[in-house]
């Protein structure tokens, strides 16, 4: 099993910054995917940020103001957010995709979640 650890969420005003770190703990092999995602009441989970072995994603809503990072071992996610927004508020989960000692296929894994509220 994997779990993982967020942090670093918080009240901002706009304009401010806040990083997110997750980690991964458990009987991780290999992780291939390392993902950040939004989600506020009523809608979708939507996709944020993403790092994989060929490089960086971002959705078009945080292109030139978030960055995704990782360490080298791969089992911490972050997430720089930069020039916050209002409409930037939501709960922010991370997400690994990783195969587990006894398993044979990648999975899916997701935090709890962390509060990002951008207000004035």
């Known amino acids: 099993q994997v779990q993982l650890v967020e942090s670093g969420g918080g009240l901002v005003q706009p304009g401010e910054s806040l990083r997110l770190s997750c980690t991964a703990s458990?009987?991780?092999?290999?992780?291939?995917?390392m993902r950040w995602y939004r989600q506020t009441p009523g809608k979708p989970r939507e996709l944020v940020a993403a790092?994989?072995?060929?490089?960086?994603n971002y959705a078009d809503f945080v292109k030139g103001r978030f960055t995704i990072s990782r360490d080298n071992a791969k089992t911490t996610v972050y997430l720089q957010m930069n020039s916050l927004k209002p409409e930037d508020t939501a709960v922010y989960y991370c997400?690994?995709?990783?195969?587990?000692?006894?398993?044979?296929?990648?999975?899916?894994?997701w935090g709890q979640g962390t509060q990002v509220t951008v207000s004035s």
């Open positions: 997400n690994v995709r990783s195969i587990t000692s006894g398993s044979y296929n990648y999975s899916d894994y």
């Open positions: 458990g009987s991780i092999l290999s992780t291939n995917a």
């Open positions: 790092i994989t072995g060929a490089g960086t």
